[in-house]
């Protein structure tokens, strides 16, 4: 039996991965915002569990069994955040933080009915990967804007960042999941970029545009 926290652990530790590769200690205490000895313990726990793979001062890799599990956790919160999303109208800055507590429930019937609601859907309103009911996360092929070159034209699919107030710069922005974005300058400076799109024209910090992803 998985608990609660763990279950918070092994997703993030699944999130983190994606993004960077690999998972110091010391970087899963921070994103969970717990004391280095308190997530070396439950790395111990989850070890003992056959979940991770861990040794002190190394980082943290998942099992293929703890792979599965995180990426049924992640399913059930992406599927959670389509639902609110779509069938309830809730806006994709609120979706988050609701779908934390409802990824909880353990009762696959529930979040399959979910999946059939929505007709299968493979993305969240985030544009991120639903992974599969076996637990599998499809490949991507997005890079962040911030990689791009002055001149370039790309189509703004996904953020990598899901919090309210990041999501609110973008609607106050209107900047919407599949809007063309055309890269009109960019700062040698400080890497601001200067786009245009929807007939407007905003300047976007580095740190902005390192968060929305574009194919």
């Known amino acids: ?13 699944l ?12 970087v899963l ?15 111990k726990r989850l070890a003992d ?18 792979k599965t599990e995180a990426a049924l956790i992640l399913r059930r919160h992406r599927l959670t955040e389509t639902f609110l ?17 409802i990824e909880h429930i353990q009762s696959g019937l529930f979040f399959d009915r979910m999946d059939e609601m929505l007709n299968f859907p493979e993305t969240d309103p985030h544009g991120e990967p639903i ?5 599998v996360i499809l490949p991507s092929s997005r890079t962040r804007l911030s990689n791009h070159k002055e001149g370039e034209t790309v189509c703004f699919t996904a ?5 309210e107030e990041f999501l609110r710069f973008l609607n106050n922005k209107n900047l919407k999941l599949g809007t ?34 574009v194919t």
């Open 131 to 135: 992974p599969t009911k076996e637990g």
């Open 29 to 43: 205490s921070q994103e969970l915002n717990v004391k280095m000895p308190t997530a070396n313990s439950m790395m």
């Open 85 to 101: 999303f779509e069938r309830m109208g809730l806006g994709w800055e609120h979706v988050h933080s609701i779908a934390e507590q």
């Open 159 to 163: 953020v990598n960042d899901s919090s």
């Open 180 to 213: 063309a974005i055309k890269i009109e300058s960019i700062e040698p400076y400080d890497g601001s970029l200067t786009v245009s799109y929807d007939d407007r024209q905003e300047i976007l910090s580095k740190m902005v545009a390192d968060k929305m992803l």
């Open 49 to 66: 569990k056959e979940l991770v793979y861990f040794e002190p001062y190394k980082p943290i890799r998942l099992t293929e069994k703890g």
């Open 1 to 13: 039996m998985i608990t609660l926290t763990e279950e918070n652990y092994l997703k993030t530790i």
């Open 15 to 26: 999130v983190l991965s994606m993004e960077k590769g690999y998972v110091p200690v010391h």
